[in-house]
């Protein structure tokens, strides 16, 4: 370990609102192309932005959540350039006067706690997209603006992670706050959330920053880490070699798992920032601002502390537990309707995470509601059915969403716990292997769990293993 790992993150997040930050266009997503435009979103001459209120509140919100100071005066300003998918030529950004500033938040990798300091959160528009025709239509491109105008912010983070985990870490918890508070839906597929990272090394011990790279546009929080597993594995070949590490852009390739040049900082833009000139300077009034502080609803960080001394659930369970505020609301519902906490946790760190990320659903989708769950471990603890029978149960009942105890019915599947009945098992077995039962009263004890083993066999999994076992010991004793 030669070198240190320097990491910063810029998180692009689109905002919950129902319109578009400086038009009354819907944001709705998967809408025709250029369905949810208008002049103002379009970019036509002579058209004047208005500031949606309730972005500037969810910008808030995003803000006092990661623990930023609010500037009660926020400016715009214009960062000019041209690209397809920017009708207007300049995008309408905050550069010196931005919403938040000088906050953190805190993340845990492996027990290791760290706080992780957040630059700025400013408010800025998207930009639209552009569609790249594919076979017969190759070589042609659409543009859909759409997008053109979404409300956005953007959370930079200080260049504190120091590795691929904490990156990852950090991503995932800003995403459990920004869910919790609800300003955005942090849908990765539908580009709700997008993130760049900047990274660097340096010879450990030295102050100064080495020669970043950015990566743009990664969209997963698997690619977050890969990338930046792969290019700091780069790097470090680049710096061991006596090379200099260029200060690039970069794109990753999930395909290959590589990262590739975009562009070099030559052909960085310049853009020309200026004050925007069709936009007032917004102040926020103490008032406005502690208002919005009393909607912050409970955090993460808070749930996943309440979850341990509440529930008496292990930190690392309640951190699981939180990674969303729908599966934090399953575990507390599943716990009032069933108050055993550990089991509870168990099985949905288990079987039901299990399940759901083979499917790649989220909890809000999942066919075991916790009332399901919940009637499915009544009846263990009830001797209905057994732990390992269980498992099998939950896994009908996760395909098909029918209720545990049909599914039990169906299969035939109850647990033997009639006494006389298994009496008539052992008695069986017994007489069925006379050599080993005169091996166990010559001293062969081990034979105990060869007749154990011949009666779950005869049961066909189904007997109540502990009364098999009382009820053998007994026999054994007795004869
Ligand atoms: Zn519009």
């Not at 932005?49 to 214009?78: G, S, W, Y």
């Not at 090379?243 to 590589?258: F, H, M």
């Not at 996760?398 to 105890?405: D, L, N, R, W």
């Not at 091996?439 to 009364?467: C, D, H, I, T, W």
Request: with cysteine; glycine share 6%.
């Amino acid at each position: 370990m030669k070198y240190e790992t320097v990491i910063g993150l810029e998180v692009h997040v689109q905002l919950k609102t129902q319109t578009k930050i400086f038009c009354s266009c819907s944001t709705e997503f998967g809408r025709p192309a250029n369905e949810n435009t208008c002049p103002i979103c379009l970019g036509m001459p002579g058209v004047l932005p208005v500031l949606n209120k309730k972005a500037v509140e969810f910008a808030m919100q995003a803000c006092l959540a990661t623990h930023c100071q609010i500037n009660p005066c926020n400016t715009f300003d214009r960062k000019n350039y041209f690209y397809p998918d920017l009708p207007k030529g300049y995008q309408i950004t905050q550069l010196n006067l931005p919403i938040g500033e000088h906050g953190h938040i805190n993340i845990d990798v492996a027990g290791v706690k760290k706080r992780i300091g957040i630059t700025r959160i400013h408010m800025e528009e998207d930009a639209g997209k552009l569609v790249h025709g594919e076979n017969e239509d190759q070589g042609k491109s659409y543009v859909d603006l759409n997008r053109t105008g979404i409300p956005l912010i953007e959370i930079v983070s200080e260049p504190e992670i120091r590795s691929p985990e904490e990156a990852r870490e950090y991503l995932s918890q800003l995403k459990a706050i920004l869910e919790y508070t609800a300003v955005s839906d942090c849908n990765m597929e539908e580009g709700s959330l997008r993130c760049d990272a900047n990274i660097s090394l340096r010879p450990i011990g030295q102050k100064e920053f080495g020669t970043r790279t950015e990566l743009k546009n990664l969209n997963s929080f698997r690619f977050v880490q890969r990338a930046i597993e792969y290019e700091v594995e780069r790097q470090t070949q680049v710096l061991d070699q006596g090379d200099k590490v260029i200060q690039e852009t970069r794109l990753y390739d999930s395909d290959q798992g590589v990262t590739r040049s975009m562009r070099s900082k030559e052909e960085a833009h310049d853009y020309r920032y200026f004050p925007e000139p069709d936009l007032v300077r917004l102040t926020m009034d103490t008032e406005w601002i502690e208002r919005i502080r009393k909607t912050i609803p409970e955090l993460p960080e808070q749930n996943r502390k309440r979850f341990v001394t509440e529930h008496d659930i292990p930190e690392y369970d309640a951190g699981v537990l939180t990674a969303s505020q729908p599966l934090a609301n399953y575990f507390e519902e599943c716990v009032s309707l069933h108050p055993q906490p550990k089991t509870i946790s168990n099985w949905i760190m288990g079987d039901l995470l299990h399940e759901l990320k083979n499917d790649d659903r989220e909890i809000q989708d999942c066919p075991v509601t916790p009332g399901s769950l919940t009637d499915l471990l009544k009846l263990i603890d009830k001797g209905t059915i057994s732990g390992k029978m269980a498992k099998t149960v939950f896994e009908e009942m996760y395909q098909t969403g029918k209720p545990a105890e049909e599914i039990v019915k169906q299969k035939g599947m109850a647990q033997i716990s009639d006494s006389s009945a298994i009496d008539k098992m052992i008695d069986d077995v017994l007489t069925a292997n006379p050599q080993q039962l005169e091996g166990y009263r010559n001293g062969k004890e081990k034979l105990f769990g060869y007749f154990v083993g011949q009666v779950m066999k005869a049961s066909k999994g189904q007997a109540n293993p502990a009364l098999v076992n009382q009820l053998l010991k007994d026999k054994l004793t007795q004869q």
